[in-house]
């Protein structure tokens, strides 16, 4: 798929991209995040491995449009992470 980031052209892939973030730990998540495979990254990190911009030569907007436009799921917040049921005889607090 071809788009502009930052005035610059890009022909994006959705399996290179997720070629390119595979060993990449994550930076934790505070703004708008993208889940790929089993990780969620912030759409800034992800635009600057991809791009080898500078995170101030683009927006987030620019990113989270290109990684939807590709296929991703973007997230206006972090990702909350699902919660234990007690197991039977436990109370909440896990006794």
């Not at 071809?2 to 930076?27: H, N, W, Y």
């Not at 080898?52 to 907007?61: E, G, L």
């Amino acid at each position: 798929m071809r788009c502009v980031i930052a005035r610059f052209p890009f022909d994006l892939i959705k399996s290179e991209v997720e070629q390119s973030m595979s060993g990449i730990t994550p930076e934790p998540v505070t703004n708008v995040s993208v889940t790929i495979g089993r990780q969620v990254y912030p759409v800034m990190q992800v635009g600057e491995v991809i791009t080898r911009q500078n995170r101030r030569d683009f927006t987030v907007t620019e990113m989270r449009r290109a990684l939807i436009r590709l296929g991703f799921t973007c997230h206006d917040t972090p990702p909350v992470a699902p919660v234990r049921a007690p197991l039977a005889g436990e109370d909440a607090l896990g006794w």
